[in-house]
Structures are given as C-alpha cells and as structure tokens.
C-alpha cells in the first residue's frame, strides 16, 4: 500500500483497553478520531493521524457524563470547567434540583431566592429572559465540556409567581407551561423539581402535574429532587412516579440518599419500591459516592446530622470550610444562631449510612452525578472527585462493580435515558468524546479538609474530537456543544 492509500486521522489513541460505554466486555482496540466524531475502531497500525495518543496499559473510555450537576452558571464563568475535565467528564446535566439560571424575568425579584442562589446570590448574575437565549448564550461562548440543560421548576416559580410561599394558581402554572414550552421547544432536555425547598414545598403535587403536562408535547425526562428522603420518603417517591406519568416523562429519582439515623438501611427497601415502579414507567436514580450531602445552610438538617461543615457564607466568607460546632463556639453563640448569622450560606452533612450508599450505587438503575457545588469557596469534594471515586474506590478497591458497569453508569446509560444523540458509546460515527485513564491508579484525593484537589490516574480527555485535558492540565480548549435530546 502507498502512504498515500493509508487512512489519515486527526487523532489515533493506540494500544488501549477499550471499555465501551455499553457494559460489555473490555477489548484491546485503536481508536482515530475526524471531524469530531470516532472514524474507526480496531487494528489501525497502517493508519497515520495527525497526532497519536500512546494508551497502552490505559483504558479507553466515552467520556463521562455527570448526570446532576448545578453547573448551569459554571459553565459561563470558568468555561474551562477544570473540576469536570479533571475527572474525565465530557458532559454536564444541568438545572437540577428545581434551579436553573434561566428563564430570569429582568425586574421582577429583588433578590435570589434560596435555592437559586445556590448559583448566585446577585440578580445581576441571571441575564438570561428565555432558556433559548441561555443556550445561546452557550453556544456563542463554549465551555470546555458539553452541556444538556434541564429546566427547574422552582425557576419557573420565581419567574411566573411573586409569593413563593403559597401552591401556584391557575394562571401561574398556564404562565409556567408557556416558559417550559419555550425551553423544550429551544433544546432544554427536560424538567426538575426540587419540592424539599421551602420555595417550592408549596407546590402542590397538581401543580407539578400540570406543569409537567407539557413535557407531553415535547418529551423530555422529569428529574425529581423529592418532597422528603427521610421519614416520609415512600410519598414522596410516589409523588415523582405520578408527576413522571402525568408528563409520560421518564423519572429521575435525584441523588437517591436515606436522610437521618432513624432511615439508614431502609434502601432495601427504597430501592425495591423503586424496582416496582419500574416496571409500570421508566425510573432511573442517580447518586454521588459519598455519605454527606450539600445544600443550602438549614437548621432542620442539624438534628440528623452527624456533622456539619459551612461551605460558603455571604456575610463571614471566613467560615468557609470550618465545622459549624466550631464556628457557634467561636463566635460565642448556639449552633442555631451560627446559623442565621452565616447566611446566606451553604454546608456539608453527614446524614447517610455507607450501607446504603454502597446499596444505591450498585442499583443496576443507578447513574453516576455529583451533585457538585463550582461556586463554594470550600465545596463538597464530590465536585472534584466523584467519578474517580466511583471507578477508584468503589470499583476497583471495593468491588461493588466490575469496571464495565461502573463506565457504564456514567457513559451509556446516562446518554441513552437522557436521549443525547450519538454520545456515551464508544461507536463509530459517534461524537468523539473521550477519556483515557490509568485503571490502576484511578483515585480521588479531595477531601473534606482539601476539598478541590485534582484526581489522580486521567491520562487525557478529548471532547468533541480536541484534546481538552492532558496530563493534569487543561489545553484551553472550548469544544463543547449544547447537547439537544433526541426527537
Ligand atoms: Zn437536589
């Protein structure tokens, strides 16, 4: 054969151990990538490209997909996105949880109401009138990774609403439906709730159901952070399972957790109630590998807690990353009273049984999100470590899973029950998202006393076909796109 008869690539990532995304068995392949998409798979020794990627003793992976992220803003701010691509991630779900940044009515509150503010507390920040205009906003700007954006109802609320604390009208939940409309009709992927805040536990469940009816029209998944993951968590799961059916959405079951001593064990029975549903309509979790959560500062979660660290405070940013013990015995004052002092704040809580953590993330229906938090100064470190932790810690020490599964959880499953078209598989033809990582040496190293330390074992990441990550650094590439579901 004649060189010039020899395929030419962009990129040919050689000698690897291909994990496909699919959860079938590992092979020994090359991978050449063109015009952002993965051109072939197989033997390539007589194939040239551009610039050859040695894997050997690496593993070839689709590039992960956090399944909940509040990135929504992060993506904006520090498009570099170094929490994600250092992980090996190639695509954020945004918008969970109830808040998404847009759609933002200009002039119509004052302030952030809690928990938008999760993603800033300064109106200034939420330019955006329509999700189309976010989206665009976007695409004309790109991150270093891609993006598939729900749209949250507490949002919606604040948009459509001017007293958060009572169950939307009819005339409001028209007003919603229409900005959904226009969202699902701009490329959002969905809806999510997040009815255990205060600012949408006044919704009724009519009021979800009949803003989810427009999902009806457009498809799209319903993310579901539920009413109540501890004493009352049965109803408040069928809740989601009946808003999901009134919007025939599939259900997401966000970052599937039992909240309190008095709850630990009880996913034996949480993720069987769950089964069961499954079988009437899609329902699918997701989850973080760790034992606390990360929200908003709230005294109703100090009972159940085992600890608890601040991990931002407006007024006395100095706290951040202290024990909230320790800040009430510095400050001279009760725990409550810490706590009014520190908002608007967010925190860490041990609230979870490792049991149950272990329990839920093995759940065959478990995706992989971190549930991270990019804009507190002393994070939750599953924002920096969550997908190594799962493929380290859980797959390889503790063998939960086989390493099959666990890619899976975070590749090809999240893309198919999300419908993003032709990612989370490594296939031809498929966008050429792409991680290669050291099996062996995979790790997290963030902690909760260093919360955002790099992960270990991430050899390179491409996104879009474009190195993106390599060797512990970013290239500055902006190559990510807005991912919209499949029609
Ligand atoms: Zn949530």
Redesign the pocket.
């Known amino acids: 054969m004649t060189r010039s008869a020899q395929p030419h690539y962009d990129i040919i990532i050689r000698g690897g151990t291909l994990v496909d995304g699919s959860g079938a068995p590992r092979y020994a392949a090359d991978l050449a990538i063109k015009d952002q998409r993965i051109a072939a798979i197989g033997d390539l020794a007589g194939a040239t490209a551009e610039q050859v990627i040695d894997a050997g003793g690496q593993v070839v992976a689709p590039g992960f997909i956090d399944s909940h992220t509040h990135d929504d803003r992060y993506l904006i701010v520090d498009p570099g996105m170094p929490a994600k691509l250092s992980q090996g991630v190639t695509t954020v779900i945004t918008g ?2 109830g808040l998404s940044q847009a759609p933002w009515l200009p002039g119509k509150r004052q302030e952030v109401p809690a928990p938008i503010n999760l993603l800033s507390t300064d109106t200034a920040d939420f330019p955006f009138a329509t999700f189309g205009a976010y989206l665009e906003n976007l695409e004309r700007h790109p991150a270093a990774v891609n993006a598939a954006c729900l749209v949250g109802h507490t949002s919606l609320r604040a948009a459509a609403m001017d007293d958060l604390n009572r169950p939307a009208n009819d005339a409001e939940i028209t007003h919603m439906q229409d900005l959904l409309r226009e969202a699902m009709q701009a490329g959002a992927i969905g809806l999510s709730t ?1 009815t255990a805040y205060p600012t949408a536990m006044p919704a009724t469940t009519e009021e979800l159901m009949g803003v989810a009816q427009v999902l009806r029209e457009h498809g799209g998944i319903y993310a579901s ?1 539920i009413r109540d993951e501890a004493d009352n968590i049965f109803a408040a799961l069928d809740e989601a399972f009946a808003v999901g059916a009134a919007g025939q959405a599939p259900v997401l079951v ?2 599937h957790k039992l909240i309190g001593p008095k709850n630990h064990g009880r996913s034996v029975q949480t993720l069987a109630h769950i089964a069961a549903a499954a079988e009437r309509q899609p329902v699918r979790l997701d989850a973080y590998p760790y034992v606390a959560g990360s ?1 908003i500062l709230r005294k109703d979660r100090l009972a159940v807690s085992s600890r608890v660290i601040v991990s931002k405070s407006g007024p006395l940013p100095q706290y951040a990353g202290w024990d909230l013990d320790k800040i009430a015995e510095d400050m001279g004052v009760t725990q409550e009273e810490a706590v009014d002092a520190l908002q608007p704040a967010g925190a860490i809580y041990f609230i979870m049984d490792e049991r149950d953590v272990e329990r839920i993330l093995a759940y065959p229906g478990t995706m992989i999100g971190s ?1 991270g938090m990019p804009h507190d100064p002393a994070p939750h470190p599953r924002l920096w470590g969550t997908f190594p932790r799962v493929l380290g810690y859980y797959c390889r020490d503790m063998q939960l899973f086989t390493l099959e599964e666990a890619v899976h959880k975070m590749t090809g499953m999240t893309a198919d029950y999300f419908r993003l078209p032709q990612r989370g598989l490594l296939k031809t033809g498929h966008y050429a998202d792409v991680v290669v990582f050291d099996p062996d040496t995979i790790a997290d190293t963030a902690t909760w006393s260093s919360p955002t330390r790099q992960a270990q074992g991430i050899q390179c990441v491409l996104v879009n076909g474009t190195l993106a990550w390599r060797d512990g650094a970013t290239t500055n590439s902006r190559t990510g796109a807005v991912v919209r579901p499949r029609k």
């Open positions: 969970n949880c997040g952070h966000s970052h929200t549930d």
